[in-house]
């Protein structure tokens, strides 16, 4: 079922280009679709940086027409400094106040009755976290849809690692729209020819482009296109700069009811229930903390979400309950507090999709309740990069793995949560003499890995600094490896990102790998598998190393890893796991 077969029963006209006027004077410009039906009615905002007829709002049916379709006054406005609002775009910035504003702003139009929700995915959830915490007072509820929440630790950086193709493709495309305006043909050429195969999965450049050294060129390459880049780069750990859009720190703000939607292979994979817990346990009232609810399902980042599919995550298919129309729930949603004004929520407090299982679930609390975090050691003879293992057994006197990291020759990303991943067979990585894979014994009952999965790897380097990656897999009976999760370490911000440390060359260190947020079965008949390696690129940028700063290293160095796994040194995955159920 698309969009146009669930169009509602009232018929909708456009107006196009509706100015408002912010606090300090700049005009931004919006659509208002409205259904033909008497007023006044509920408003639904959406504010995006990405055009306001573009993106998953490609015409002639869209979610605002369909919005509008069930009775809804449904405003969609481009953000300050895009597609025609004025003013300059500096991402995430002006979102707060400039959201605050439309908020208000749309309460007043004519046919509304005062009451206003937003809706909108990833920069467009984030502006509407950023508006939730001005607290608008005609702001009723929100639903976000994939929003970050840490800017440093997961979003432009990933815990201190850069994420390289996504960062460097986004801001290439950002500028492409700017370039344009002003007329840049020499800057728009020189960029074009960076670019790869459109339907490579992570991003328009060419790997040759993404290789390049020292990364700050690419501030001079984007120009004027994109000025924020050198922020980006230049804010090379967490602190003041990262800390100003860091929503952790206004959940605490947030008054309203919320629908918090994510998926286990977004980027916000980790955020997402984040803010559900967080509102849940500090928003500003008991009625707002009692009326939070999270959704989360199987998909990627930037899936056309007002189209139900199964697939859209990568080389797989999550079967037919996978394929719900979201938008429906979002609807639901938005009937029940926002139309109707009903007390309580219109769905369980939190819905998972376990994948393997490729059902729904719903339970009360994130993570669910009677979760026990459960060790797996790593184990083996010393070569993993043939095959360590993986148990329930504490190591004795099990010998270490020893591989070399070569920046010059980096693992190829493979999946994963980063805009286009998803899921891949993890076989092409694990094949390499750079990688160590520990796995598991096949099992003969459920294992169901339910809340937020890390590692404890004891590891030494002959590096002043460089990263260790970790990756969660499934391996089916017939051998396709599912990754599941993904994490890594850069050793310079172990033990503090707004501190990093250079790590100690030689010395066992204990490291915490975070591998985010899961729901998933491990089915009779596979195995749980480990891979730890140092570089997944071009995801990540590469470590070269060295210890030089992000920005301006251009020397690369080889750097020979240890993984030690003995009884002073038990490395392991450590896995929320759920108790076994009836009905399973």
Do not use: C
């Amino acid at each position: 079922m698309g969009l146009e077969s669930a169009r509602g029963r009232y018929e909708v006209v456009r107006e196009t280009d509706v100015p408002m006027t912010t606090r300090d004077g700049k005009v931004l410009i919006a659509d208002v679709y409205r259904p033909q039906r008497p007023g006044p009615l509920p408003v639904l905002l959406r504010r995006t940086p990405y055009g306001k007829q573009l993106n998953d709002l490609a015409e002639p049916f869209n979610e605002a027409h369909y919005y509008a379709s069930h009775g809804y006054l449904t405003v969609v406005q481009n953000t300050r400094g895009r597609f025609g609002s004025e003013g300059a775009w500096y991402p995430f910035a002006y979102e707060g106040r400039d959201g605050y504003d439309a908020v208000e702003w749309a309460a007043t139009l004519p046919g509304s009755n005062g009451r206003v929700g937003t809706f909108g995915q990833s920069y467009g959830a984030v502006s509407q976290y950023l508006a939730a915490a001005e607290r608008p007072p005609h702001l009723v509820t929100a639903v976000p849809l994939s929003a970050q929440a840490a800017a440093y630790e997961n979003y432009w950086y990933h815990d201190g690692a850069l994420e390289l193709s996504w960062t460097l493709s986004y801001f290439m495309n950002m500028a492409d729209d700017v370039l344009t305006r002003r007329g840049d043909t020499e800057r728009l050429a020189a960029l074009e020819a960076l670019k790869a195969d459109p339907s490579i999965r992570f991003g328009p450049l060419t790997d040759d482009a993404l290789r390049h050294l020292p990364l700050r060129d690419w501030i001079d390459r984007f120009g004027e296109g994109a000025p924020f880049l050198a922020d980006v780069l230049h804010h090379r750990t967490d602190g003041p700069y990262w800390w100003a859009v860091d929503l952790r720190r206004r959940l605490h703000d947030i008054d309203i009811p919320m629908l918090h939607i994510g998926s286990w292979y977004d980027i916000a994979n980790t955020d997402t229930p984040h803010y559900f817990t967080g509102i849940s346990t500090t928003g500003l009232s008991a009625a707002t903390r009692e009326r939070q609810a999270l959704f989360m399902g199987p998909w990627a980042h930037l899936l056309p979400y007002n189209q139900p599919t199964s697939g859209g995550t990568g080389d797989i298919d999550f079967g037919p309950e996978a394929a719900l129309p979201l938008i429906e729930v979002q609807r639901r949603w938005f009937d029940h507090i926002l139309a109707d004004d009903r007390p309580g929520l219109p769905m369980a407090r939190v819905t998972l999709f376990v994948m393997g299982e490729n059902r729904w679930r719903e339970v009360e609390s994130w993570p669910p309740a009677g979760i026990v975090g459960t060790p797996l050691y790593l184990g083996g003879d010393g070569t993993a990069t043939a095959g360590g293992t993986l148990g329930d057994t504490p190591p004795t006197a099990d010998p270490s793995d020893t591989y070399v990291y070569d920046p010059a020759d980096p693992v190829p990303t493979a999946g994963g949560r980063f805009v286009g991943g998803g899921v891949a067979d993890q076989r092409v990585k694990q094949d390499r003499a750079d990688v160590l894979v520990y796995t598991g014994e096949v099992l003969d009952t459920q294992l169901d890995v339910v809340g937020a999965v890390a590692v404890r790897l004891f590891a030494a380097t002959d590096a002043p600094d460089t990263d260790f990656v970790a990756v969660l897999s499934d391996v089916h009976p017939d051998g396709f490896t599912q990754n599941l999760a993904e994490g890594l370490v850069r050793t310079r911000y172990r033990d503090s990102f707004d501190e990093p440390s250079p790590i100690e060359p030689g010395t066992v260190h204990e490291l915490t790998i975070r591998l985010g947020n899961l729901a998933h079965a491990f089915l009779p008949g596979h195995a749980v598998r480990l891979h730890v390696t140092s570089s997944d690129f071009p995801r990540w940028d590469r470590n070269t190393n060295t210890g030089e700063p992000l920005d301006t290293a251009v020397e690369l160095r080889k750097a020979v890893q240890t993984v030690h796994h003995d009884a002073r040194h038990p490395s392991a995955l450590l896995l929320p796991l759920a108790p076994r159920r009836e009905d399973s």
